[in-house]
């Protein structure tokens, strides 16, 4: 049997369409079954239709994507993947890349992909943590705005009511409210 995975991020613009693409490329592919989801690659940890691909395989089956950076962005997360699949005698294919576990100079590419997709993620990163940077020195990035009203945990402290209390209150962690009435300095 022929098993498709396909995802998009959740931070992709063209979710919808780049999701339907892949799913058309599965079916055209000969898939039986797909499971598709919209979340980051950069972990899998949380990619709970890639997790019920993966326990859905069986001996015999193929793992279908069309391409490596839909399955994952880090070389050890390919690694596990590929060994997990390995062990319970599943084949991994690629639609739109010449890479499948089928043979040794595809099993190779594969790894050299996953490098490369890992290798793009930190670039991505670096680029992200640099632009950051240099808002900061303009004094145009201030970072995410502030969701919890200092001025009721003040008012609640000046009430008499402790750290616990204003948590519980505010429903939010004893911590953040120490750490504010740190901050604004009581």
Known sequence: MKVGYARVSSVDGSQETGLDTQVQLLKKNGCDKIFTEQ?????TKGRNALRECLDFVREGDEFVFTRIDRVCRNILDLQLIVKELNEKGVVLNATEQPI???DASSKCFLDMLGVFSEFETNLRRERQ????ARAKEKGVYQG???KIDIDRIKLLKQEGLGATAIAKDMNIHRDSVYRLLKKVGD
């Open 129 to 132: 943590l640099e632009g950051i």
């Open 39 to 43: 979340k980051s690659g950069t972990t």
């Open 144 to 146: 995410r705005k502030a």
């Open 100 to 102: 499948s576990t089928k």
